[in-house]
């Protein structure tokens, strides 16, 4: 490895933090730029990471200008991915950006074109791809170790939504979100079940919103909620896979819970995350027939963090496991299907 790659930071929200803890911790990267409309949020931000005044910006193109600066994480809302990615392709400047990558297909395909014309590193952070139960799941399941996959169930629950007082901000606006609960946490669920068992071929949706209404951020006016509070589906996979997908954020006295559920002809896998990421597994005829499930150890080897993955995927050392714009194209139409299925109430085939 020559130089230290050096990353901007573009928007300084609450996922920023992430993106920020991880090149700080990486081997081979170090924050040297931060970008925000927020003033003050940006003020705070560098003096908390030593960032030189020169080095931050509130306009997104000129930090991604900078020849200074050779790679940025996009850390945005949902409706400004589009317009700062497609901007960085235009400049060869390498990108990570959070999900979902768009709000509809037709962004998502114009983006993964570009980006692959012009071969620009990039990476979708699809974070729990980098959980090693979630690795080491995918190992086993595509090395046929539990047999041919019959169903899949996953799941995803928050409780941070279950409160009138919670105000109306961007997650809870459709133009600037693109769904609610789906494609906040809801395509997480699916790309794993994308990333370990295989691709989705039909679905049937089925959505609903709670407190409809909610009070505006500086202000008393009662705003309209236009997206989903919760979200479920059935799912059907390659070779006869069947499944659901089930994700909300008014899930009483959950944190970040996940959960996946895989069962093959010889044996079973549980994924689960809570406070640490876990891997059950069932996989003798004496264990099923005492429905024991016992709890593995994970091999250092599928250990990997996200930032220090783009940072390996810069310096052309990428394992090839870490999400792209096709995963994040696969990830949207997925994601417009289903909300199309609610909204028909029927199943739809997906038409990649």
């Known amino acids: 490895m020559k130089n230290k790659i050096r990353m901007?930071?573009?928007?300084?929200?609450?996922?920023?933090?992430?993106?920020?803890?991880?090149?700080?911790?990486?081997?081979?990267?170090?924050?040297?730029?931060?970008?925000?409309?927020?003033?003050?949020?940006?003020?705070?931000?560098?003096?908390k990471l030593n960032i030189n005044d020169n080095m931050c910006y509130r306009n997104y193109k000129e930090m991604i200008d900078d020849k200074n600066v050779d790679a940025v994480s996009i850390c945005t809302p949902n409706d400004t991915h589009y317009d700062i990615a497609r901007y960085a392709i235009e400049k060869n400047k390498p990108f990570a950006l959070?999900?979902?990558?768009?709000?509809?297909?037709?962004?998502?395909?114009?983006?993964?074109d570009m980006?692959?014309?012009?071969?620009?590193?990039?990476m979708v952070c699809f974070s729990y791809r980098f959980k090693s139960a979630a690795r080491y799941a995918r190992h086993l399941v595509q090395s046929g170790f539990i047999g041919k996959i019959r169903h899949v169930y996953g799941s995803y629950y928050q409780s941070w939504a279950n409160s009138n007082e919670i105000p109306l901000y961007w997650r809870f606006n459709k133009s600037r979100s693109g769904s609610g609960t789906l494609g906040d946490i809801g395509c997480h669920?699916?790309?794993?079940?994308?990333?370990?068992?295989?691709?989705?071929?039909?679905?049937?949706?089925?959505?609903?919103?709670?407190?409809?209404?909610?009070?505006?951020?500086?202000?008393?006016?009662?705003?309209?909620?236009?997206?989903?509070?919760?979200?479920?589906?059935?799912?059907?996979?390659?070779?006869?896979?069947?499944?659901?997908?089930?994700?909300?954020?008014?899930?009483?006295?959950?944190?970040?819970?996940?959960?996946?559920?895989?069962?093959?002809?010889?044996?079973?896998?549980?994924?689960n995350l809570e406070k640490e990421d876990t891997l059950e597994m069932c996989y003798s005829d004496v264990m099923a027939r005492?429905?024991?499930?016992?709890?593995?150890?994970?091999?250092?080897?599928?250990?990997?963090?996200?930032?220090?993955?783009?940072?390996?995927?810069?310096?052309?050392?990428?394992d090839g496991l870490a999400g792209n714009l096709k995963d994040g194209y696969i990830n949207q139409v997925i994601l417009d299907t289903m909300l199309q299925s609610d909204k028909e109430r029927k199943w739809i085939k997906i038409n990649y």
């Open 8 to 47: 901007g930071v573009i928007g300084l929200g609450q996922i920023s933090d992430t993106h920020i803890n991880g090149i700080v911790d990486s081997h081979g990267g170090e924050v040297v730029a931060l970008c925000d409309v927020d003033e003050i949020r940006l003020e705070e931000y560098s003096h």
């Open 98 to 112: 959070e999900k979902p990558i768009t709000l509809n297909r037709e962004q998502a395909k114009i983006l993964c």
């Open 115 to 122: 980006c692959y014309s012009k071969n620009v590193n990039h």
């Open 189 to 271: 669920m699916i790309d794993l079940i994308s990333f370990i068992v295989g691709d989705i071929t039909e679905v049937s949706g089925d959505s609903g919103t709670f407190i409809e209404s909610r009070r505006e951020q500086d202000g008393d006016k009662m705003l309209l909620v236009d997206v989903d509070d919760y979200f479920n589906a059935l799912i059907k996979l390659d070779d006869n896979i069947s499944g659901t997908v089930t994700s909300s954020r008014f899930a009483y006295g959950r944190g970040n819970y996940q959960s996946l559920e895989i069962y093959g002809e010889k044996g079973a896998l549980k994924y």
């Open 290 to 318: 005492g429905c024991h499930f016992v709890e593995v150890t994970i091999p250092d080897e599928f250990k990997m963090s996200q930032m220090q993955q783009f940072i390996n995927i810069m310096n052309g050392k990428g």
